[in-house]
């Protein structure tokens, strides 16, 4: 008797649960273009973090929405305007595999360029960001020649080139300063030739002559 009392209070207890949870509950999921205004208006706000977990969920909730298509290069906006490239550049990849043939694709190619471009260091450092953004760069003004950021990237690929070549002259001259004559030689050489409409040739071409003024005088001795 005990034992169906308990098990008749357990069984009110959970409906009562339930029930609660009803009136209680979280609120019932925001539709596609909900989650969409939702972000665009964190967007412009600058509150990104909050856009992006709008924009987040509305890819995750409905796939095949129309919507999906925009908030994927928002989620990749969304990083960007947070500083968080690595990211970013993967969404921006993504979009462009997925919609070659967007309006937004061209945008979408800059702006994974830029992922790399922002991340560009030091002369004397690792040139690695360069070179990608170089790539991305050189492959918007092929794949999309009509398209505005074309020419926005032109003014970008020389900001590019004058990195890879100042990391040369910056090789060449500890060469230079330790006596490795033919090794400063060398990347001079490789400086003029890749690089040279940028002012580290020209200033290249000056150490190059120093070198050759200073072997030909230890060839007369």
Not at 111 to 119: I, N, T, V, Y
Not at 192 to 206: C, D, F, L, R
Request: proline fraction near 4%; hydrophobic fraction near 40%; aromatic fraction near 10%.
């Amino acid at each position: 008797m005990k034992s169906k009392i308990f098990s008749t209070l357990l069984l009110l207890f959970l409906c009562a649960l339930i029930g609660g949870c009803g009136l209680l509950g979280k609120k019932p999921e925001k539709t596609a273009p909900e989650l969409l205004v939702e972000g665009r208006e964190a967007f412009e706000n600058e509150k990104y973090r909050r856009a992006l977990e709008s924009f987040q969920r509305l890819r995750d909730w409905y796939p095949f929405s129309q919507h999906v298509t925009e908030a994927t290069i928002r989620i990749a906006d969304s990083h960007y305007a947070l500083k968080e490239y690595a990211e970013a550049a993967i969404v921006y990849a993504e979009f462009e595999r997925l919609h070659p043939n967007n309006a937004e694709t061209p945008r979408a190619v800059f702006q994974l360029a830029m992922c790399h471009f922002e991340r560009m260091d030091s002369v004397d450092r690792d040139q690695t960001a360069a070179r990608n953004a170089l790539y991305v760069f050189l492959r918007l003004q092929e794949d999309y020649p009509a398209s505005p950021y074309a020419e926005k990237a032109r003014e970008k690929i020389r900001a590019c080139r004058e990195s890879l070549a100042g990391a040369e002259l910056y090789v060449a001259r500890y060469y230079f300063r330790t006596k490795a004559f033919t090794a400063a030689q060398a990347r001079l050489q490789t400086l003029i030739n890749g690089y040279p409409e940028t002012p580290q040739a020209k200033e290249g071409k000056i150490l190059l002559e120093k070198i050759r003024q200073i072997l030909e005088k230890e060839d007369k001795k």
